[in-house]
C-alpha cells in the first residue's frame, strides 16, 4: 500500500507560478464539488514564519546561505494549519480559508516576498516530509484538486489525473504585472522576471522534490492560451481519464 492510497478521485495541476494552475484549479474543484489543495500556501506559511522567527535572514537582513533545518522541522510541527470551506465562492475567493493558529493568512502570504522566503524552505527534504502527512489527508475526506510542484510525483503518485501547466518566464512576468496593476499595486517587470527567473531555478534544480512532470503527465504550455482555454484543455483530458463533471 503506498503512501497516497486515496478512497476518492484526485487531479493534481503542477508547475511553476503564474502558469494559471491556482484559476483552473478552483475552477475544478468548484465544478466537480472537490476539495482545492493549494500546497504552495503550506511553503509560504511556513516560509513566512521561518522569516518571522530569524531562521532565513541574519542580523543585517541578509540572506542565509545554511539554513538550521530542524529548527524549521521543529517550527513547522509546531503550526496549526487549517484549510476551513469557505462561502465566499461568488467573490472569486478560494474555496477554502486557510488558518494558522487560529488566524487567517490568506492575504499575509500571497506576495513575492513571502514566495521567495517559500522557495527557500522547500528545498529542505526535512520540511518537505514534515508537511507531506497534512497534504495526502486531503484525499481521505473528498475528491481533491492538488495545486502545486510535486503533487503528481510524490505526495500522490498514484492521482487518477495529472496535469503540468507551464508557460514561458515572460508570459508569467507579464500576467503578474497585470495583476498587479489591475489591483493599482506597482508593478515592475523587468523585478518580476528576474525574480520569477530566480524561483523558477531554485525550485526545478533542488534535490527534494525538484518541480518538474510526472512521466504520465499531461504537459500543456499555456503561455499563449486564455484561461477559458485551458481550463476546457484540462476538464476535455479529465473526462478522457474518467472523471465525471
Ligand atoms: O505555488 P506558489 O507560488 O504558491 O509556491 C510558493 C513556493 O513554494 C514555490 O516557489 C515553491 C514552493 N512549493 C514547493 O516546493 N512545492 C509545492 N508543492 C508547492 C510550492
Request: proline share 3%.
Amino acid at each position: 500500500m503506498t503512501a497516497d492510497t486515496h478512497r476518492f478521485p484526485v487531479i493534481t495541476i503542477d508547475g511553476p507560478s503564474g502558469a494559471g494552475k491556482g484559476t483552473v484549479c478552483l475552477k475544478l474543484a468548484k465544478a466537480l464539488g472537490y476539495q482545492l489543495l493549494d500546497s504552495g500556501a503550506l511553503y509560504r506559511i511556513v516560509g513566512l514564519h521561518a522569516y518571522q522567527a530569524g531562521l532565513l535572514t541574519n542580523a543585517e537582513g541578509v540572506v542565509l546561505s545554511q539554513l538550521d533545518e530542524s529548527k524549521l522541522v521543529e517550527l513547522t510541527q509546531s503550526l496549526n494549519i487549517e484549510f476551513v470551506p469557505s462561502n465566499d465562492n461568488n467573490k472569486g475567493d478560494s474555496n477554502v480559508h486557510i488558518v494558522v493558529n487560529g488566524h487567517r493568512v490568506d492575504k499575509l502570504i500571497r506576495n513575492e516576498t513571502v514566495g521567495g522566503y517559500a522557495s527557500q524552505i522547500a528545498v529542505l527534504p526535512a520540511v518537505r516530509k514534515a508537511l507531506l502527512a497534512l497534504q495526502q489527508r486531503m484525499a481521505t475526506q473528498s475528491g481533491l484538486v492538488a495545486d502545486g510542484r510535486d503533487m503528481g510525483t510524490v505526495v500522490f503518485p498514484n492521482a487518477d489525473v495529472k496535469v503540468f501547466l507551464t508557460a514561458s518566464a515572460d508570459a508569467r512576468a507579464k500576467r503578474r504585472v497585470e495583476q498587479l496593476k489591475n489591483a493599482n499595486q506597482s508593478a515592475d517587470y523587468e523585478q518580476i522576471l528576474a525574480s520569477i527567473v530566480a524561483r523558477d531555478e531554485r525550485d526545478e534544480n533542488r534535490e527534494a522534490s525538484p518541480s518538474k512532470p510526472a512521466a504520465d503527465a499531461l504537459v500543456l504550455d499555456s503561455s499563449k492560451l486564455d484561461v477559458e482555454t485551458v481550463y476546457t484543455k484540462i476538464k476535455q483530458y479529465c473526462e478522457q481519464q474518467g472523471i465525471c463533471f
